[in-house]
């Protein structure tokens, strides 16, 4: 059994939590909170790379964001549906990674993967806290009813088959990323400090971002990379008045004690 998790950061692909908000993660870890990266696809469809290059690669880039937990599900890349089965897939790591706060990429996009990942990881927050729900023997009857994802399931299941009965959890708080959407954030957070190993994370992926020959009229060099990723940033930050910045959503309204307190200068 993990030890719970204070941030729980779900996302389609793996590198898409470096782009998104791997500094705030970098930033709470350096806080002291302990942080996780759920990734619910491998990657096999990339034009660069195998699954077995990114999951070394993730695992590389979660030590540079000192992340305390890392995993991937095995949703097929370029497939992410919100089907019943995949909120069990992540309803089950939800109970058994207890998160306070669960980051989700914003619910619209130009990448089918990105929209419904952000639907499937919130419907999966509510799923995990059912007291009535017990997910194993709904995966298991999934597995029964639908032969094409039994393997997948059985993986699943068989892999934390030391839980008998994980228990109820519900996230405090869901939060979303909207860095790859043109969306006014409603807050940002400071990642001025973090923002040079944020994008060293981002260049772990050596597979994906290193100039190389294939797919190179698709994946744009390094130095373009670091220009775009830095100026996202910059924007962002001085949104905010601050240097670089990482923009999120919130659904729920701000709670405010002392309206003397409150950061970001109006004039
Ligand atoms: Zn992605």
């Known amino acids: 059994m993990t030890a719970p998790l204070d941030i ?8 898409d939590v470096e782009q998104t908000c791997g500094g705030t993660l970098l930033k709470m ?31 590389e880039s979660a ?20 089907t019943w089965a995949n909120r069990l897939k992540v309803a089950r ?7 306070r706060v669960v980051i989700l990429p914003y619910w619209k996009g130009r990448h089918p993967d990105h929209y419904t990942a952000s639907q ?41 088959k030391q839980d008998v009965r994980l228990a109820p959890h519900r996230p405090f708080k869901i939060i979303y990323a909207t860095l790859y959407y043109d969306i006014r954030p409603t807050f940002v957070v400071d990642i ?27 994946f744009p060099a390094r130095a373009e990379i670091r220009a775009r990723v830095e100026s996202m940033a910059r924007f962002y930050g001085a949104l905010a008045g ?11 309204v701000g709670l405010v004690e002392d309206v003397t307190a409150i950061p970001v200068k109006s004039i």
């Not at 540079?64 to 919100?82: C, K, M, Q, T």
């Open 242 to 252: 601050v240097t670089y910045g990482e923009p999120f959503l919130q659904k729920e």
């Open 192 to 218: 001025t400090d973090q923002f040079e190993s944020r994008f060293e994370s981002l260049m772990a992926y050596k597979s994906q971002f290193s100039d190389q020959e294939a797919g190179k009229d698709i």
């Open 8 to 15: 729980l950061a779900i996302a389609a692909h793996r590198d």
């Open 93 to 99: 790591v939800i109970r058994q990674t207890r998160p």
């Open 29 to 59: 870890a350096e806080l002291g909170r302990r942080t996780g990266i759920l990734d619910l696809t491998r990657g096999e469809m990339g034009t660069r790379g195998s699954a077995a290059e990114r999951e070394a690669e993730s695992a």
């Open 63 to 82: 030590r540079i964001l000192r992340a305390s937990w890392r995993e991937a599900l095995d949703i097929p890349d370029g497939r992410v549906e919100n």
């Open 120 to 160: 499937l990881g919130y419907e999966a927050c509510f799923l995990a806290g059912l007291a009535k729900l017990d997910i194993d023997t709904a995966l298991r009857n999934e597995n029964s009813a639908f032969s094409q994802v039994a393997s997948a399931v059985a993986s699943v299941v068989a892999h934390e």
